[in-house]
Structure formats: structure tokens, C-alpha cells
């Protein structure tokens, strides 16, 4: 990728052994840990693609992708040949697959087999733009911790998004930022780059249990939301970068308008009731770390878990 004076220049990795199929997620997470993050100023940097029978926007998306240190494709045992779609359009790239359902938990196996120093969250519908990630990456080496992505600031746009979704987003976004005294402008928009040392902070749900068809709060579609109410809970540096959000390559969008919209809302109320058992914890001198994955009880019992 093409650095002016005053950006960052992204680390290339040492081309890796191409995948041949699926790299086990023992073989991956040492291989993380093997490489400890660190903040400088010029950050390894990992871009975490979840895939869910996407092989034909793969096959055009990670050739756009900027030579960083790794890009890490999470498949949700794809049947349409993602590890040699990936193969052949990125040679070099990481294929895992991930151990559950969901996009949450795509994410978290990816969260946690990546070896760079900040993490790029992608979409692989060709959605998000390959050239704005130096921003995001920027943005961090610039003091921030999470950079979030917004379609509404000045820069930002859609090619994408309906009326209606973008009132709700309004909406949702309101909320928000009463409940965590956050400042965002775009809640609903999941291209966003952190620093990889606050993967622990989250508190994400784990990946290895329970295995199979068992979905915990947090592994589908409301991660995104669970992430950013965290990183507001937290009091971390969060910086807004303005992008624009482009059309689907192919395929039908997964994204329904009501459904999500209020997934989205439980999912706040959630996070919000987290942090106020937790303050009150403190508060009683009481507070012990919470349960990965804590989520209300009636709130559970009441939505279930979302679909994939």
C-alpha cells in the first residue's frame, strides 16, 4: 500500500507455507501466542475476514487487501471451496475454521489466532474498503485504542444502506450513547481496527466450549454491538474514521432490517445491565471478574440466543 510522509507504513509479514486446507486452531493459537503484541509506531497488522460461503467475493476482495503482516480468513465451514478460493486469490493467507456458528464467534477464533499487533475486523462481501484501512490503522498509532468505523461523519457514505436501517441506526445510536456516555455516530457498522492486548478486556465468549451447534451470547451478529458497548464501558481511547461503505459484490445481505434492529436493542440493554452489576459490585467491594459471556438471566431466558 502506497504511504504518504506522515502515515503508517503497515509491516509485510514473511510469506507463510500457503494454506492447503484448514490450519488447526492449536497450531494457530500458539503460533499467536508465539508472537506477543506489542504498540509502536510502526504495528504489525492482522486483518480477521469471517466467511460464510463467500468464495466469490473472496476471490475478488483479498487481492485488494494492503501487504501486511497477515490476513486471517475464518470460515464457517464453507461449502463452496473457501480454503482454495483463498488460496489462489491470497497466497500466503490463513484459513482456520471457526468452532461454533455465528459471526461472533468467527471473529473471537480470529481475535485469538492472530499474531499482529492490531487487529482489522473485515467483512468479506466487499463491503468494506481495502484502502481505508491505513486509516483506521493511523488512527490507532495515533493514540487511540479502538478505531471505529462511521458511514455519518464528514467523509464517511453508503452505497448500501436504506432509509429505514439508517433511522434505526440513529436511533440505536442515541441509546448508546446515553447508556455508556459514548460519543458514537455510527453503532451499527462493524469495520473497526484495535489494538490486539485488549482481546482479553472483552471478555468474549470462549471458543473451544461448548462446541457444535450450541451458540453463547456474543457468537452472532450482535458481537459487533457487544464490542463497541465494551470498549465504551472500559473508558478506552475511541477514535471515530470516516468511511465509506461500499455495495455487496455478490449475494444476498444476511442483515434483516427488525430482526437485527432488535437484536441490536437487546444487546444494549444487556451490556448496560452488565456494567451496572459490575459497578455495583464495586461499589460493595464485592467485584469479581464475571463470567466469559455473561448475559442476564431473564434476558437470556427471554430472547434465546440468535440465529446464526
Known sequence: MPTSK???????????????????????????????????????????????????????VLPELPPVHEVLVVDADSGDGTPEVVRAARPGARVIRQTRRGKGNALACGFLAASGDVIVMFDADGSADPAEIERFVDALTGGADFAKGTRFAPGGGSHDITHLRAAGNSGLNK???????????????GYNAFWRDLVPLLNLPPVFAPAGEEMLWGDGFEIETVINCRMAALGLWITEVPSVERARLHGETNLRTFSDGGRVLRTLVAEWQRVGRQRRSRRFGLFTPEPVADVPAPLALDTGVPEA
Not at 175 to 189: P, R, V, W
Open 6 to 60: 506522515d502515515s503508517t507504513a503497515l509491516t509485510i509479514m514473511d510469506s507463510p507455507s500457503p494454506v492447503t486446507d484448514y490450519e488447526s486452531l492449536g497450531d494457530a493459537f500458539a503460533f499467536a501466542a508465539a508472537h506477543p503484541p506489542r504498540r509502536g509506531a510502526d504495528p504489525r497488522v492482522t486483518i480477521v475476514v469471517p466467511a460464510k460461503n463467500e468464495a466469490a467475493n473472496l476471490r475478488e
Open 175 to 189: 441509546l448508546s450513547n446515553t447508556f455508556f456516555s459514548a460519543g458514537f455516530t455510527d453503532l451499527c457498522y
